[in-house]
């Protein structure tokens, strides 16, 4: 009996080495199938921009930001927002309900007023 329970770990041990053995290979090839996928989706967006003529743009900032910010220094300000236009300040005046909207220059037309040349 004495050789039959030495056995049993030693069997038990070698079950337990080849399931992670085999979940290990598994995880480097679900790995290696996601870094393919990636690849393969990176080439055909490269070649569709260039089909279109289109320059692809590549965006490295977030990988900068990320190593300033591991390196301990003080993250750049970020640049100030462009005027949207021309402000205008115009007067609020509250309307009635049923009061009549006031006429445009346009005689002729009906309805709403699209903008100027919009028509």
Request: charge should be positive; hydrophobic fraction near 45%; charged fraction near 20%.
């Amino acid at each position: 009996m004495s050789g039959e329970d030495e056995r049993i770990p030693l069997i038990a041990s070698f079950f337990g080495l080849l399931t992670r053995l085999v979940l290990a290979l598994a995880t480097v090839l679900l790995v290696l199938s996601l870094l393919a996928v990636a690849a393969v989706t990176m080439f055909f967006l490269l070649l569709w921009s260039l089909l279109r003529g289109k320059r692809p743009v590549i965006d490295l900032s977030a990988f900068t930001r990320a190593r300033q910010f591991r390196a301990g220094r003080p993250m750049p300000p970020k640049s100030p927002r462009k005027p949207a236009g021309e402000v205008v300040d115009v007067e609020v005046r509250e309307v009635a309900e049923g009061a009549e909207q006031p006429r445009s220059n346009d005689a002729g037309r009906s309805g709403p007023s699209n903008g100027p040349g919009l028509g």
